[in-house]
């Protein structure tokens, strides 16, 4: 179908952005790639009143790599980051999941920041979002503030963004161990739809293989993606092998209470949830061991 | 309700072409009602299918996933851009026909645009390369074999042209 009738107005800086977010509140919507956007717009779900378009905002793109965390503008493409090798070797999570993001086509326009705002349950940015505990700077007229993933998340597709703040900037935390390793899988229909469920793990150890620090989650399997630091934590100084991970990820699923819905049915979604965190918390321990 | 209408001007296919649109117009309209640039199918009009996909600044997009407002002072390409300056086909396109990458033809300037955006950033690549170029393309005619076909075909031409 096509979209509701709108106004559009292009903001050229994220100041302008803020102030026309300001001036028509809840009536606006901010445009960056729109991958998400425009379908609901085009099936009626949203029918905002102004559209206000961040997407020249030269200003929210840019990714910086600093010594403990990857600074990155909202309106950073996903294929840029996808495809920035410097960024791969610091964090290279981040890569893992957009393998995942939907095309070639919808990632040279979708951005890091649109993803996040819109905080689908089962989308694969949030969750690695929730598991770094990355930390997301907003920006509104009457000045600036940051949360971390845990407290910006509120809901399938709800943000505790304030109807006239625009998320400026995202800063993934980079673990300092030398030996640290990452994983990100899912399970969909077909590849590049959103995830049945997806499972995300980072983990650092010594020398001798004991983890030193953990973090997993899962996405699709709760209202939003679920990062489980209790069970990482548990990791700690301890050797993982698949009986020792399959346990954790088990204790992990039985904490989810999933909906049942047309792609998935609750059980099938906590089984996965098991099966998909034993395997992230495993691939990405052996990469960490392997390290150098 | 009279609705407001933008200015756009938009380089298209090596043109300039300007335009009065409403917001909610969409680029793939935009091409195809007021520019008469037929080539871009709508399929699903809701960023699944594929069909629309159009070069913006020299990257595939979809184009019923943007309002034409926003490709204002953008260059874009179409499959109508794709074929030589005399109008013979190029060297992918005419590898769809030798290969028989189409049956329907309702995907293929889709298929075409992806799969030039994959040949102009990777000359030579792997049949997994080119099925993850189209994985973002819907066919319903030809279970993708063909095509896959028509692009190494289209890679191996380009490649002996060029020695």
Known sequence: ?292 | MSETLYSIAVEVNGTKRSGQVSARTSLVDWLREYLHLTGTHIGCEHGICGACSIMLDGEPVRSCLMYAVQADGHRIVTVEGLAQPDGRLSILQDSFCEAHGLQCGYCTPGMLIAAQALLDANPRPTEEQIRDAIAGNLCRCTGYQQIVDAIALAAERTAEGAT
């Not at chain 1, 991958?35 to 085009?42: F, G, N, R, T, W």
């Not at chain 1, 996040?116 to 920006?139: G, K, W």
């Not at chain 1, 940051?146 to 703040?165: I, K, Q, S, V």
């Not at chain 1, 959103?194 to 499972?199: I, R």
């Open chain 1, 1 to 292: 179908m096509k979209s509701p009738p709108f106004e559009y107005a292009r903001a050229t800086s994220i100041e302008e952005a803020c102030g026309l977010m300001h001036q028509h509140g809840d009536a606006a919507k901010l445009i960056a790639g729109g991958q998400s956007l425009v379908p609901m717009m085009a099936f009626r779900l949203l029918r905002p009143s102004w559209l206000i378009d961040i997407n020249e905002i030269a200003a929210l793109k840019f990714v910086t790599i600093e010594p403990d965390a990857v600074r990155m503008g909202a309106c950073t493409r996903q294929c840029v980051v996808a495809h920035d090798d410097a960024l791969a070797a610091r964090l290279p999570l981040l890569r893992q999941a957009l393998v995942f993001v939907g095309h070639t086509q919808t990632r040279n326009r979708g951005t890091v920041g649109g993803s996040l705002a819109h905080a689908d349950p089962s989308a694969e940015l949030p969750l690695v979002a929730q598991i770094l505990e990355a930390r997301l700077v907003l920006r509104a007229n009457s000045g600036m503030r940051t949360l971390p993933a845990a407290e910006f998340f509120a809901g399938p597709m709800m943000t505790n963004l304030e109807p006239d703040e625009c998320l400026e900037e995202i800063q993934w935390p980079i673990w300092r161990e030398r030996k640290t390793g990452s994983a990100f899988t899912e399970i969909s229909r077909r590849h590049g739809d959103f995830a049945m469920v997806a499972a995300a793990a980072q983990i650092a150890v010594d020398d001798d293989g004991r983890c030193m620090r953990a973090t997993f989650g899962v996405g699709g399997a709760a209202p939003m993606p679920v990062a489980f630091p209790e069970l990482a934590q548990s990791l700690i100084g301890h050797r993982l092998d698949k009986t020792k991970s399959r346990a954790v990820a088990q204790e992990a699923a039985a904490a989810l209470e999933p909906d049942s819905d047309i792609h998935a049915s609750a059980a099938y979604r906590r089984h996965l949830a098991g099966v998909l965190a034993a395997r992230v918390l495993l691939h990405a321990y052996d990469t960490a061991r392997s390290a150098p």
